[in-house]
């Protein structure tokens, strides 16, 4: 796969595409971003994706990127990169302004498009360790994708450093929120659920999709229930992921269940 990247309607060598020194997403993470999957040279939900984005954009008082032109550079980005499966990071940024916090009246946001080649094969189940740190769902922060990920990282690096594989993160309302990358499921008395949204879960578009399609509901869980789970996933739109353990919790795989949620997620 050639490593060319789209940039502010531009198809670039990466080595040739550049970010202004000044640019606000650099500077002060004044942004957005989406990781979309390609599969058989598609996106399949990229409608999500960009309806997503849009949403995002709304909040952060942000002007979005006209959709059409943001579906046209993807299919030429796919097909200048040959790209038949992995996925895609849209980045959009306020782009360049003054010095301090207030934006320019009329921004001219940065777009960025990277590609990046996978194989997709089926992660191995992982053990998650309780982070101190604490997602607040009250935020307009927690609905979208911003690039302001600080909270994630020093989550995932903790957890790391503690022997474990990834975080489960709490809400400021003492309730399960979501791992540092990905929504979780969990598996109660035969019901999967999924974290809420006003308990800091981001409104992610597996999550959706598996909410519409009624594979799971939305329940709360607080850390002293943990026990009480039965089975647990992490989710997000690359992949689907077995929980082997919770905080020193074992629990069992179920392959049956595992193979449904996959073929749904991710089809063939």
Same mark, same amino acid.
Request: proline content about 7%; aromatic content about 4%.
């Given at each position: 796969?050639?490593?060319?990247?789209?940039?502010?309607?531009r198809?670039l060598?990466?080595?040739?595409?550049?970010i202004?020194p000044?640019?606000?997403?650099?500077?002060l993470?004044?942004?957005?971003?989406?990781?979309?999957?390609?599969?058989?040279?598609?996106?399949?939900?990229?409608?999500?994706?960009?309806?997503?984005?849009e949403?995002?954009?709304?909040?952060?008082?942000?002007?979005?990127? !006209?959709?059409?032109?943001?579906?046209?550079?993807?299919?030429?980005?796919?097909?200048?990169?040959?790209?038949?499966?992995?996925?895609?990071?849209?980045t959009?940024?306020?782009?360049?302004?003054?010095?301090?916090?207030?934006?320019?009246?009329?921004?001219?946001?940065t777009?960025?498009?990277?590609?990046?080649?996978?194989?997709?094969?089926?992660?191995?189940?992982?053990?998650?360790?309780?982070?101190?740190?604490?997602?607040?769902?009250?935020?307009?922060?927690?609905?979208?994708?911003?690039?302001?990920?600080?909270?994630?990282?020093?989550?995932?690096?903790?957890?790391?450093?503690?022997?474990?594989?990834?975080?489960?993160?709490?809400?400021?309302?003492?309730?399960?929120?979501?791992?540092?990358?990905?929504?979780?499921?969990?598996?109660?008395?035969?019901?999967l659920?999924?974290?809420?949204?006003? !308990?800091?879960?981001?409104?992610?578009?597996?999550?959706?999709?598996?909410?519409?399609?009624?594979?799971?509901?939305?329940?709360?869980?607080?850390?002293?229930?943990?026990?009480?789970?039965?089975?647990?996933?992490?989710?997000?739109?690359?992949?689907?992921?077995?929980?082997?353990?919770? !905080?020193?919790?074992?629990?069992?795989?179920?392959?049956?269940?595992?193979?449904?949620?996959?073929?749904?997620?991710?089809?063939?």
């Amino acid at each position: 796969m050639s490593a060319i990247v789209w940039l502010n309607g531009r198809l670039l060598d990466i080595a040739d595409a550049h970010i202004a020194p000044n640019d606000r997403g650099f500077l002060l993470s004044d942004g957005l971003f989406e990781t979309i999957r390609v599969a058989n040279g598609q996106t399949p939900h990229l409608a999500r994706h960009l309806a997503r984005l849009e949403e995002g954009c709304a909040i952060l008082r942000l002007p979005s990127p !006209d959709r059409t032109l943001l579906t046209q550079a993807i299919s030429d980005l796919l097909h200048a990169t040959n790209l038949s499966g992995g996925s895609l990071r849209l980045t959009v940024t306020r782009g360049t302004g003054p010095r301090g916090l207030v934006p320019p009246a009329t921004p001219h946001p940065t777009v960025l498009i990277q590609a990046t080649a996978s194989t997709m094969s089926v992660p191995a189940p992982v053990r998650l360790g309780l982070s101190r740190y604490r997602r607040d769902g009250a935020s307009p922060l927690a609905r979208v994708k911003s690039l302001a990920c600080l909270l994630s990282v020093m989550s995932r690096m903790e957890a790391v450093a503690a022997g474990m594989d990834d975080a489960l993160l709490l809400g400021t309302t003492g309730a399960v929120a979501e791992a540092s990358a990905a929504n979780v499921l969990f598996l109660r008395e035969r019901c999967l659920q999924t974290p809420p949204i006003a !308990d800091g879960a981001l409104p992610g578009t597996s999550r959706a999709r598996l909410l519409d399609g009624g594979f799971c509901m939305e329940g709360r869980l607080l850390p002293q229930n943990l026990k009480t789970v039965t089975g647990a996933w992490l989710v997000n739109a690359l992949s689907l992921t077995a929980v082997s353990s919770i !905080d020193g919790h074992d629990l069992p795989l179920h392959a049956e269940l595992d193979r449904r949620l996959r073929a749904f997620l991710f089809p063939a």
